[in-house]
């Protein structure tokens, strides 16, 4: 079903422009360190390529330093030479060349940048106004990558597009002792809702957000497509297998899914800082979806409004990303606490610009990483994970 605009005069624009008002909003609200080479040196190890030039000395540095293990983080610079070869860096230092978490790669939707094989993607695909929250990848499952390598291809403008960095322990050590203690007692459970491409909303809401112009700003996409398969019992066998604990399939044919995590996780609180996109109240995001779901009846009217009003409710209550935190008894963590960790988490997130041909190694357990907003869509990065 494509989405067809009937009648609907400058509405369109009018929310288009809401919707990248709110994102410059978010954007002008967070300011990283932004780390000299002198900071970078002692916030990550720092390698030029010009002195070691092959896969098989740069293994052997990092198993020698251990520094995925102690920093989190290794930056690679000068190594163009690499771009096409990052499956076998992977493998040089973690005996693996590349995973395809999630069906094809995350909740994102990366593409991936040759046609063969290799799993290597690019990052990803929203929309370049939006700034991505700081977050360990895949961190609102039980399984998820450990180590991932990132290629500067082409970076964005001087100031923009960084990939800024957190590590999970200086949160920890700056949240609020209070607060710490609450989530280390409660534990944290993560709901997350995906719809149905098979549904005529949903079908419809694709096609607004094209008409939009707006790219993939919102990341709504299909259980179909994140887990890249068709058949409901293999979608239960893979939520199984990332340690989901409960799932509902909706009426609408999408499917609520839950997750636990635990203080002894790693990346346990890394969701909490990705709990809101477009607005930071649940009445702001869901008046924003009624404005656009709206807009979609007007232009689609055969379209059930009851089917409507159901995808309003479960997005505003389930969030377009990653999902709404909860204790593990299913109450919602207040917005003060989601707002404190947030901000403690930009406090302790340090940035510095890509260069052309500059590869960044993190270890996922370790070290958040998020993306900032850029002007122009040249900004190519292209990523693998294991």
Not at 22 to 47: D, F, K, P, T, W
Not at 102 to 130: C, D, M, P, W
Request: negative net charge.
């Amino acid at each position: 079903m494509s989405f067809q605009r009937i009648g609907i005069g400058n509405a369109h624009l009018e929310l288009k422009s809401t919707i990248e008002e709110q994102c410059q909003q978010r954007a002008n609200q967070i300011h990283y360190v932004h780390l000299s080479q002198i900071a970078l040196n002692e916030y990550a190890m720092c390698i030029d390529a010009k002195d070691v030039p092959s896969i098989e000395e740069i293994g052997q540095l990092l198993k020698q330093s251990n520094a995925l293990e102690t920093k989190g983080v290794v930056v690679i610079k000068s190594a163009s030479h690499l771009a096409t070869q990052l499956p076998d860096l992977l493998k040089e230092i973690y005996q693996e060349t590349g995973q395809d978490f999630e069906g094809n790669a995350s909740r994102t939707l990366r593409k991936k940048v040759y046609k063969s094989a290799q799993n290597v993607f690019h990052t990803t695909q929203l929309h370049h106004a939006i700034t991505l929250p700081q977050h360990n990848e895949a961190a609102y499952h039980n399984a998820y990558p450990k180590i991932m390598v990132f290629y500067c291809k082409t970076p964005a403008s001087k100031g923009e597009g960084a990939t800024p960095l957190t590590k999970n322990n200086d949160l920890v050590r700056k949240l609020p002792k209070a607060i710490l203690e609450q989530l280390q007692e409660k534990g944290l459970l993560y709901r997350r809702y995906l719809p149905s491409q098979t549904s005529p909303v949903t079908q419809a809401f694709h096609g607004f957000i094209q008409e939009l112009a707006l790219g993939t700003a919102f990341p709504y996409a299909s259980w179909q497509q994140v887990f890249d398969c068709e058949n409901r019992h293999v979608l239960e066998d893979k939520l199984k297998n990332l340690g989901a604990k409960q799932y509902t399939w909706m009426p609408n044919g999408g499917i609520c899914y839950e997750v636990h995590k635990l203080p002894d996780d790693p990346v346990w609180l890394s969701p909490l800082g990705f709990y809101r996109f477009g607005s930071d109240t649940e009445s702001g995001l869901r008046s924003l979806l009624e404005q656009m779901f709206s807009l979609i009846q007007q232009s689609c009217p055969h379209l059930d409004s009851d089917e409507i009003k159901q995808e309003v409710d479960q997005l505003s209550q389930l969030n377009l990303t990653s999902g709404w935190p909860c204790d593990l008894v299913g109450v919602p963590i207040s917005e003060g606490i989601l707002q404190q960790v947030r901000r403690t988490m930009i406090d302790q997130t340090v940035r510095f610009d890509w260069e052309e041909g500059m590869i960044m190694i993190l270890n996922n357990h370790l070290v958040m990483h998020g993306r900032e907003q850029f002007r122009t869509p040249e900004r190519e990065i292209h990523v693998v994970f294991a």
